[in-house]
């Protein structure tokens, strides 16, 4: 996963900037990691990334620079990583922060081990306590592997017991040899981005670009639990989201499973499409497929995937309520659900949140 953008947010206001950039609170010790949004004034999502709390050192290396005041380690999406430079560059120089964004992205490399074994095959790689005690589940520390220094993270992207291990360029090779070697007895396996879409898409984790854009507000995508508006500390974006949650959210973000159909359409129907008896649990869906709610088009699919834990096709779209009033909870669960693929539609149970470990266990190790 070396293409993700790696930053240093560092320097005498690096505190001030953290707090008006992140929606979350990132200003914990040394040590924590955060899951966090940053916003435009209008409340909308320009990024979702982790922020972790730096512990200031007098020497710099590619794993920590060298600063006065605070520092921050930001890793964001690969595909996305301009964008955040560019975000974040923007409002240092408008706010007029003193404070540093060094972007090492080419500098340090990245590869994520998930899993159930991912601790047993780790623990004979790395120099450190893993367990739950020790290394608790967002927290990071500088740790050694096969003989060099690593930032591990305990994070996950696809809702498994993980550690991402972030690594300087001329280390990774050494690295990831000594990682394969631990996990050949434990069936540890190269996995690609499909397997990170699909199985992201199965827990329920956002992905910029399609769950969350510049126009969803993470109120609407089922993230408040990383705003804090529950602080006096003000954020950038923060009006907006205090007046849309007084307004009510006009649309939101759900997750659907793709049911078994009930019934056939022989003839073509006017006011819809045809339904169809073809099995829909494997029904290949990959976004902008239409949503129906009691008949009426209330959305589009933003993102789909085959889950395979649940052996569903898994789907998330933003629904708005045809009368124009607020989306509720009541009104998401009250409601019948199709979704429509090239002109045939499948009956689909809407969810809340994500059916998959929805009490997120597997991350605590807890299989």
């Not at 921050?72 to 975000?87: F, I, R, T």
């Not at 993230?223 to 974006?237: D, E, I, N, Q, Y």
Request: hydrophobic share 40%; aromatic share 10%; glycine share 8%.
């Amino acid at each position: 996963m070396s293409y993700f953008g790696k930053f240093y947010l560092v320097g005498l206001d690096a505190r001030e900037a953290a707090d008006w950039l992140f929606t979350a609170d990132v200003s914990r010790p040394p040590g924590s990691t955060v899951y966090t949004c940053m916003l435009n004034q209008r409340g909308g999502t320009e990024s979702d990334l982790t922020v972790s709390r730096l512990a200031p050192g007098p020497q710099a290396s590619l794993l920590a620079p060298a600063f006065e005041g605070d520092g921050y380690y930001l890793a964001v999406g690969g595909a996305v990583a301009q964008h955040n430079w560019s975000h974040i560059s923007t409002v240092l120089q408008d706010r007029k922060f003193r404070c540093q964004l060094i972007d090492s992205s080419e500098d340090l490399g990245m590869i994520s081990i998930q899993g159930p074994a991912s601790r047993a095959i780790l623990q004979e790689v790395l120099d450190a306590d893993l367990s739950n005690e020790a290394f608790p589940f967002s927290t990071h520390k500088l740790v050694t592997a096969a003989g060099h220094l690593v930032r591990a993270m305990r994070l996950s992207f696809v809702g498994e017991l993980g550690w991402e291990l972030h690594i300087p360029k001329a280390s990774c090779v050494p690295v990831y040899r000594a990682v394969m070697a631990a996990g050949a007895k434990h069936g540890l396996v190269n996995a690609g981005y499909r397997a990170i879409d699909s199985l992201s898409t199965e827990k329920g984790y956002r992905h910029w670009h399609a769950d969350l854009r510049p126009d969803d507000s993470p109120l609407e995508a089922g993230l408040a639990f990383t705003c804090r508006l529950k602080s006096p500390v003000p954020f950038l974006g923060r009006e907006a989201l205090e007046q849309q949650r007084a307004m009510g959210l006009c649309r939101r973000l759900v997750c659907f499973t793709v049911e078994e159909p009930l019934w056939t359409c022989p003839h073509p129907v006017v006011s819809g499409p045809a339904f169809s008896t073809a099995s829909s649990s494997k029904v290949p869906m990959f976004g902008l497929e239409a949503i129906w709610r009691n008949g009426q088009v209330v959305g589009h699919v933003r993102r789909a995937d085959f889950g395979f834990a649940i052996d569903k096709t898994i789907a998330y779209g933003y629904i708005r309520d045809p009368s124009g009033g607020p989306v509720s909870l009541d009104f998401v669960k009250s409601g019948d659900y199709m979704l429509e693929r090239m002109g045939v539609t499948y009956a689909a149970q809407a969810h809340l949140k994500s059916p998959f470990d929805p009490d997120n266990k597997r991350v605590k190790g807890i299989y």
